[in-house]
């Protein structure tokens, strides 16, 4: 197991939540989460931290291969086969309209259930599973606008710590809170927005 597949274990550990094998999910396992719990899985997309609850989330997958499906949007990255099961990818830099980065060997692929259909979301990194309390969740402000703004749920803080510097050799551990934008499954994932609109900008061949 590698060391950030091992990290990513022991956050689920703490959580408390029940872990699975590939060969469990094999086998059909389907892990149940209570609703109520008010953990997230963090991520990053283009340098910024976003949340999805962490019972939307099924597995989180490293990268793999998928098939282009013509005159489709193009935040849709093709179809996937994960163990038989067959699901939309999404890039989600696309889908929320960032600048993209150049993933590297952290990338994921997040695998969400949204009325029981699978959906892959492509993410830069999985941070960690955080607790948010209730409290800590803010209403989306109106000041968010553009074309993402009705993609966002709301917005938590996540508690971080940084190192600052004292002196020529002294250094401490600074508490702070990030941002962590929670995003809304059911405006992400319109049906509607996959069927391209319109000529294809370069023609189908320009798509990554």
Same mark, same amino acid.
């Given at each position: 197991?590698?060391? *950030?597949?091992?990290?990513?274990?022991?956050?689920?550990?703490?959580?408390?939540?029940?872990?699975?094998?590939?060969?469990?999910? *094999?086998?059909?396992?389907?892990?149940?989460?209570?609703?109520?719990?008010?953990?997230?899985?963090?991520?990053?997309?283009?340098?910024?931290?976003?949340?999805?609850? #962490?019972? %939307?989330?099924?597995?989180?997958?490293?990268?793999?291969?998928?098939?282009?499906?013509?005159?489709?949007?193009?935040?849709?990255?093709?179809?996937?086969?994960?163990?038989?099961? #067959?699901?939309?990818?999404?890039?989600?830099?696309?889908?929320?309209?960032?600048?993209?980065? %150049?993933?590297?060997?952290?990338?994921?692929? +997040?695998?969400?259930?949204?009325?029981?259909?699978?959906?892959?979301?492509?993410?830069?990194?999985?941070?960690?599973?955080?607790?948010?309390?209730?409290?800590?969740?803010?209403?989306?402000?109106?000041?968010?606008?553009?074309?993402?703004?009705?993609?966002?749920?709301? +917005?938590?803080?996540?508690?971080?710590?940084?190192?600052?510097?004292?002196?020529?050799?002294?250094?401490?551990?600074?508490?702070?809170?990030?941002?962590?934008? #929670?995003?809304?499954?059911?405006? +992400?994932?319109?049906?509607?927005?996959?069927?391209?609109?319109?000529?294809?900008?370069?023609?189908?061949?320009?798509?990554?």
């Amino acid at each position: 197991m590698s060391v *950030e597949r091992e990290d990513m274990w022991q956050a689920l550990l703490r959580s408390g939540e029940t872990l699975a094998t590939d060969e469990d999910y *094999e086998h059909g396992y389907k892990r149940d989460v209570p609703q109520d719990l008010q953990q997230y899985v963090s991520f990053r997309v283009s340098g910024e931290i976003y949340g999805l609850p #962490i019972h %939307e989330i099924e597995e989180i997958s490293k990268v793999f291969g998928t098939t282009h499906v013509p005159r489709t949007a193009d935040f849709l990255v093709g179809i996937g086969n994960v163990r038989g099961r #067959i699901m939309p990818v999404v890039d989600l830099a696309r889908r929320l309209r960032l600048r993209p980065v %150049e993933r590297g060997r952290t990338a994921r692929v +997040l695998i969400v259930n949204l009325n029981d259909e699978p959906y892959g979301l492509v993410v830069d990194a999985v941070i960690d599973v955080i607790r948010i309390p209730p409290e800590k969740i803010e209403e989306k402000p109106g000041g968010i606008t553009g074309p993402r703004a009705e993609y966002i749920r709301g +917005l938590g803080r996540r508690k971080g710590a940084v190192t600052v510097a004292k002196g020529a050799d002294v250094k401490e551990r600074s508490a702070t809170e990030d941002i962590v934008i #929670i995003l809304n499954l059911t405006t +992400l994932l319109d049906p509607k927005d996959f069927v391209r609109v319109g000529p294809a900008v370069g023609g189908e061949e320009g798509r990554g």
